[in-house]
């Protein structure tokens, strides 16, 4: 089973060495313009050299395949691109076809090479991409997320990035040992520095938001983990 390493794999790329200035790039391609496809390029380059790099153990026989999948995942994003509205802002529905799009690859691509690894990965490589690919979900996932869908959240969510990450980050390993119970008291420590600093999050409809959807989707990440 490499399927965590493949969602390891494609959440690193897409989210966390996948910067603003890389974004900007792929929203400039036209599809008859070969200079235009250069940031949709390097971005299949990084997702492709990042999942060689997981999976380097099997590379020597799953190579032609992980280049398939980069070649895939750029054309697809080509189609996004050629499809919607260019970045800051993307429709919910737009973005939320694009990334499962890429997980549909993702599921078919397992059963193809299933059979050519010879020494499949054993429980402890397995447990270590799955929580990677948690602690993605839970930090750039969730909180690009929301940007690319309601920029109107990007000023709230960057003044309380690293809370968020900490309190998101312990939400689901209070979950993961079984004491999810516990969770929402890693929520208290921003509660009480937002009062201090007199703006309380209670009179923020997107601190709300986001202190309710964090909380339910570490929790649930956490348990599942």
Sequence with gaps: MILPHLIFS???????????????????????ELR?????LLHGFILWLVTLGVLAAYAAVLWPFITALAILHTLQDAFKTWLGPRPPTHPIYLYSLDQLAHLM?????????????????????????LFGAALIAITRFYEVTWWANWPATLPYMKRWRIWGYLERISMMLLSAIGLWHLAPLALFPRLFRAYALGYPITASRYGLADL??????????????
């Design 10 to 32: 494609h959440l690193l790329a897409d989210y966390v060495l996948q910067t603003d200035w890389l974004v900007k790039r792929k929203s400039r391609f036209v599809v008859r």
């Design 36 to 40: 235009s496809w250069d940031g949709l």
């Design 105 to 129: 690859l993702l599921l078919l691509l397992q059963p193809v090479v299933a059979d050519l690894i010879v020494s499949p990965p054993d429980a402890a490589q397995t447990e270590l991409m």
């Design 212 to 225: 309710l959807l964090g909380m339910t989707f570490s929790v649930i990440l956490g348990l599942a983990l």
